[in-house]
């Protein structure tokens, strides 16, 4: 059973710092491709960034240069450090982990950003 856990979110002023954490259980999880998507009220989920088992990542645009996403296998850890926070950036956050092999999905519960002075 692979399970997925969120961690980091909360309130923070524009230009304030974040940094999520999303904990991953079983043994699957250095094959994974890692990735975090986010969620504003009415709006749909979009891809924020990824990072493959090998290390290469991929970011959205809105978000290039300023969130990193990072791994750490043996903690089966996956990070997402948010930087230059905009009010924009509000969303409800969610970890997902690929698993290329078999074609499936792994999704967190979500942790929630708000970016407001």
């Known amino acids: 059973q692979v399970q997925l856990v969120e961690s980091g979110g909360g309130l923070v002023q524009p230009g304030g710092s974040l940094r999520l954490s999303c904990a991953v259980s079983?043994?699957?999880?250095?094959?994974?491709?890692m990735g975090w998507y986010r969620q504003a009220p009415g709006k749909e989920r979009e891809f924020v960034a990824r990072?493959?088992?090998?290390?290469?990542?991929n970011y959205a645009d809105s978000v290039k240069g300023r969130f990193t996403i990072s791994r750490d296998n043996a903690k089966k850890t996956v990070y997402l450090q948010m930087n230059s926070l905009k009010p924009e950036d509000t969303a409800a956050y969610y970890c997902n982990g690929y698993n290329n092999g078999i074609g499936v999905d792994y999704w967190g519960q979500g942790t929630q950003v708000a970016v407001s002075s």
């Open positions: 990072i493959t088992s090998g290390g290469a990542t």
């Open positions: 079983g043994n699957i999880f250095s094959s994974l491709t």
